[in-house]
């Protein structure tokens, strides 16, 4: 059997069942990884050790008590998953990579870390997120910044960073994430992983929060298709009060993987939209070429496809984005703990009126039919998902000038955050490598739906490229 980190989530889910691996030994193994290649990458704010080892003795009882009967058994038993610090994990540390939350206990389990525990995984501890989630890259002030297992010089992404430093780097094969504008895709692309933003209400926020604008969506970032296909069936889970309904898939989304996508009408998008003056790497552009061609060798329709919307449209994104970070419950002497790119949000967003702010919903909703129509004679578009490789730590954070910081997150993510304004859903898959400044680095591809609702299609798209084109699980000389 390959080694404990080398497997898929579903692999070593099967693994477990047939009595190949104990939960205990995956949980020791797992910790010893986070402990020694953890601090290396940035991937952990907090390592769980006793819940890990906890759960992994329950996960054994589990294990005797029903014996061969494995159908009785949660599909992902024994196999680590941690969570990131976005999110409450009852009774551990909720710091949201801010020093103005430090020392603050979460009281009760998220909805998504309720049903990732009813699925059997075992929560190994809280992933590095930059604060509050704001910035595509992970650089925390109370943390070491994310950085991407294919040169340490690089950023992991942001901002599920850390959560994609752990995958990338093999100490689990899945963790959790969530998306408000590019957050799973980004650092899937930054890694060479595979990232699914749901679509709007696929993945709920219940029981304990709201949507909210309706941009962020939980998920997984993984090695595999068939791994993000399986965890979405697993979170893809309604609770009482939900505010968007969804039909579910035909059978499971992992099934969808298996089906076939049919023959797809695929639109090709290379300019960037958020900002339009926004440089595109060669790489970049060589990745959406390669998709395109083996797209027309499976058999696909594909053509060029429109901006959908103006750059400066993108501009009503802005109020809605900067008055997020003004819910955070930080009493007013706080505000100085902030780095100052939320500090520059916060002011930005208090400087909007309630008129202002209703204006910017509704043009974001005029976007998303703009979108709708722009792209209705496809099924999917294709574009890079970042328009450059992964960027050196602390290079684009910029605490003398937010406001450049900012414009600078625009053009290396052009194209991620006008899926979250439709609430279609997008996936990233790390089909194309090159070498940059004499490293080999991934380059993301994504394909964002052109409707609620489709990820069985893009799942299958994924799937069917993978398949003719894999791509390498880990980075070029990933330590053991």
């Known amino acids: 059997m390959p080694e404990i980190h080398e497997l898929s989530a579903l692999d070593l889910a099967a693994a477990v069942r047939a009595g190949e691996v104990g939960p205990v030994e995956i949980a020791e193994h797992t910790l010893e990884r986070a402990h020694r290649l953890g601090p290396e990458v940035g991937a952990f704010v907090h390592v769980a050790d006793e819940r890990a080892r906890s759960q992994a003795r329950e996960a054994a009882e589990q294990l005797n008590a029903v014996g061969s009967a494995t159908a009785d058994l949660p599909p992902f038993l024994g196999v680590p998953v941690p969570v990131k610090d976005l999110t409450m994990v009852a009774g551990l540390p909720f710091e949201c990579g801010s020093a103005a939350m430090h020392g603050y206990v979460a009281p009760v389990d998220d909805g998504v870390t309720t049903l990732l525990r009813a699925a059997g995984t075992l929560m190994v501890g809280k992933t590095t997120t930059p604060e509050l989630g704001l910035p595509p890259y992970t650089e925390p002030d109370v943390a070491p910044p994310a950085r991407s297992p294919w040169d340490l010089s690089r950023t992991a992404g942001g901002s599920s960073g850390g959560a994609a430093a752990a995958v990338a780097a093999g100490i689990v094969p899945a963790a959790h994430g969530n ?146 970070p003004l819910q955070a419950p930080l009493p007013p002497e706080a505000e100085q703990q902030l780095v100052p790119l939320t500090r520059w949000m916060r002011e930005v967003g208090r400087s909007y009126s309630g008129v202002q702010y209703a204006d910017a919903v509704a043009a974001l909703q005029h976007i998303t039919r703009k979108v ?94 993978e398949a003719a084109d894999p791509w390498p699980l880990f980075a070029p000389g990933l330590p053991g």
């Open 179 to 324: 998306d408000g504008g590019g957050s799973i895709r980004i650092p899937a692309a930054a890694c060479g992983l595979v990232g699914l933003k749901p679509s709007r209400g696929r993945v709920s926020k219940g029981p304990h929060g709201v949507d909210g604008a309706g941009l962020t969506v939980d998920g997984v970032l993984t090695r595999t298709v068939r791994d993000t296909a399986a965890f979405l069936d697993v979170l893809s889970q309604p609770w009482p009060g939900d505010s968007y309904l969804l039909p579910g898939p035909r059978t499971t989304y992992l099934e969808s993987c298996d089906r076939g996508p049919g023959r797809l009408r695929v639109g090709v998008l290379t300019e960037p939209i958020a900002a339009a003056d926004a440089p595109v790497h060669p790489e970049a552009l060589a990745a959406v070429a390669r998709a395109a061609r083996l797209l027309e060798e499976l058999g696909h329709d594909v053509a060029a496809a429109p901006v959908p919307y103006a750059a400066q449209e993108w501009d009503a994104f802005m109020p809605v984005w900067s008055v997020g």
């Open 372 to 465: 709708a129509l722009a792209f209705s004679r496809f099924d999917v578009v294709l574009t890079p998902t970042l328009a450059q490789p992964p960027v050196p730590i602390g290079s684009m954070r910029d605490d003398t000038d937010p406001a450049a910081d900012f414009a600078a997150q625009k053009a290396f993510t052009p194209w991620t955050s006008t899926w979250n304004i439709t609430g279609s859903p997008a996936i990233s898959v790390p089909l194309h490598r090159a070498t940059v400044d004499e490293v080999e680095l991934p380059f993301g591809v994504m394909l964002g739906g052109v409707r609620p609702g489709q990820e069985e299609t893009l799942l299958a798209l994924a799937a069917q490229l």
